[in-house]
């Protein structure tokens, strides 16, 4: 669409895309930390995630606006309780507050996207979002995670912000 070009939602897109890029660098770093601490890699099952994914660009959409969403929730509530951020190193605190400010305006480019190019707005919301919960049990499990209830009520806590998000 001609209207489109130069619009303020292309730009935003543009932004967002050379943001993303740097943000892997971010990721990158603390992965490296996190595996110098013992933590697996799970390089693998992320990709093999992502690679189901990127078959559809609607559901790439859908995905992406889904771990733009959930990130901003989780780093606000990470920045909202001193009681998590102490739990948490270096590493996972720079990252956290990186997506605290970066991720809610990704947030809405995304969510913008998506409601753009999709006729059914957001048919896949639940499902993708069932496959992302799913994927970070697993990265958790398979590094050993522990049950933490004061962790588990903060993050059930989420659960009106999320319902909210699907609806």
């Known amino acids: 669409d001609p209207t489109f070009a130069g619009s303020a939602l292309d730009k935003d897109i543009g932004w967002f895309i050379g943001h993303e890029a ?5 990721h990158i770093g603390l992965n490296e930390e996190l595996y110098l ?6 390089d693998k099952l992320l990709k093999k995630s992502l690679k189901a994914v990127l078959k559809s660009p ?18 606000r509530l990470i920045l909202d309780h001193p009681d998590i951020r102490s739990l ?16 809610w305006n990704h947030r809405s480019v995304s969510h913008s996207v998506l409601m753009l190019v999709d006729k059914h707005r957001g048919y896949m919301m639940v499902p993708v979002s069932a496959v992302f919960f799913a994927v970070v049990a697993a990265l958790y499990i398979k590094n050993g995670g522990r ?11 989420l659960t009106p912000t999320i319902l909210e998000y699907l609806k």
Request: a negative charge.
């Open 22 to 26: 740097h943000h892997t660098n971010a």
């Open 37 to 42: 601490r013992g933590y697996k890699n799970v």
């Open 58 to 75: 609607l559901l790439a959409i859908h995905a992406t606006s889904v771990l733009e969403h959930y990130t901003a929730t989780m780093a």
């Open 88 to 103: 948490l190193g270096t590493a996972e605190l720079d990252l956290w507050d990186y997506h605290a400010v970066d991720e």
């Open 147 to 157: 049950w933490n209830t004061f962790l588990a009520r903060k993050l059930l806590g």
